[in-house]
């Protein structure tokens, strides 16, 4: 059984769809991020699984606990004995920290367990010394918040999630408010105090680079529909459709009108790609950055812009008539670019192609 799983589950505000048909499942001591583009109804799902907001549909179980479960198509909600068991399974972390400022480090994170889990006080502090600890902000405890740096907070109130020993560790963009560094240095510290506790994470970020680098699984939401769950590697490499393609890789995918004749991927007037089984259509054609090959007889001809040597690799930005954006290769900085314009093979598994319409992914081959 799932550590928590979501099914169907359905959330309006007035007209507003915001939750179609959102289904998860999260397995326990897995670390798991929700990503997709502002809007897309990441926060409303967290808020729909942690009672702040109140479901319209569908199933949210947490160990086989419902919060909320459908009964010949009715919503059955949990009662108060149950709703206070479910509390107990999850802690939650905002993006703005939350915390009281006129509270110490200490009793930010000690007054929900003593007033309201009813723990010992003493018994509280502890668990408390022994998670700033985790934390690397041992001797902080007495500080005050507005003493400590965002990320100093940010872990504050991780340890504030977790004092109350939470089963499922819930996370709404903890780093969107610091800083480059901060951001970069707090993420690996959250990785490390996963790995130490081992607890199942739920990672909501908008930053696909901090989703790939975090995750054992992410989940890629538009719209409020979930487009594609999997390995970070895998949804990179295989993406269901040309928006999953898009919203991953920096520098992003670089997208080629092409189409599919002769069981061949076509570019412009270039055989690109191998695609027997592909039916002729007109496609959209990504190709990774690392897909492109440099190579005198290959059958992609660009044309050369710069030229960025970025030590181990060099980045190419150059053009061609059927992509309308500039095409960025990544090649190896062994490979030297001098003409005007540069000829490329491709990686086949570094291209993929996307159906014109319906923009989802077409298998080649
Ligand atoms: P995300 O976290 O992915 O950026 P949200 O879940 O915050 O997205 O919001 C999804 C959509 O729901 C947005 O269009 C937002 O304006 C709307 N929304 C969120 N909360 C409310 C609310 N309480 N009342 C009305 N609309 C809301
Ligand atoms: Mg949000």
Request: some cysteine.
């Amino acid at each position: 059984m799932a550590l928590l799983e979501i099914n169907h589950l359905q959330k309006s505000f007035g007209s507003l769809n915001v939750l179609k048909d959102i289904n998860l499942q999260v397995e326990e001591g897995q670390v798991i991020a929700v990503i997709g583009p502002s809007g897309s109804g990441k926060s409303t799902m967290l808020r729909c699984a942690t009672t702040l907001e109140q479901a319209d549909a569908g199933d949210i179980y947490y160990d086989g606990e419902p919060l909320i479960h459908m009964v010949n198509g009715e919503a059955v909600r949990a009662d108060k004995q149950q709703l206070k068991k479910i509390r107990s399974f999850f802690g939650l972390v905002f993006q703005d920290y939350n915390l009281f400022p006129h509270f110490t480090v200490m009793r930010n994170i000690t007054e929900a367990p003593v007033h309201v889990a009813g723990v010992s006080k003493e018994k509280a502090e502890e668990r408390a010394l022994q998670l700033l600890a985790t934390m690397g902000l041992s001797g902080k405890e007495n500080y005050y918040p507005s003493q400590l740096s965002g990320g100093q907070q940010q872990r504050v109130a991780i340890a504030r999630a977790l004092v109350k020993r939470p089963r499922i560790l819930l996370l709404d963009e903890p780093l969107s408010n610091l800083d480059a560094r901060l951001r970069l240095q707090t993420r690996e510290e959250i990785r490390r105090i996963q790995r130490e506790t081992g607890i199942t994470t739920v990672f909501v970020t908008h930053d696909q680079e901090e989703a790939m680098s975090i995750s054992d699984q992410i989940v890629v939401m538009k719209s409020g529909l979930v487009q594609q769950i999997g390995r970070p590697q895998d949804v990179y490499d295989d993406p269901v459709n040309l928006f999953v393609a898009k919203f991953l890789g920096t520098p992003p995918i670089n997208v080629f009108e092409g189409r599919i004749e002769n069981g061949q991927l076509w570019i412009g007037q270039a055989a690109v790609l191998p695609a027997p089984a592909a039916q002729p259509q007109k496609v959209y054609v990504g190709i990774r950055p690392e897909g492109f090959i440099p190579d005198p007889e290959g059958p992609l001809e660009c044309r050369v812009h710069a030229v960025e040597v970025m030590g181990r690799d060099t980045s190419v930005v150059c053009s061609h008539d059927a992509a309308s954006a500039q095409i960025r290769a990544i090649i190896d900085a062994e490979n030297k670019i001098s003409g005007k314009t540069v000829r490329f093979r491709l990686r086949p598994a570094k291209v993929d192609a996307f159906h014109i319409e319906t923009e989802e992914r077409i298998a080649l081959s």
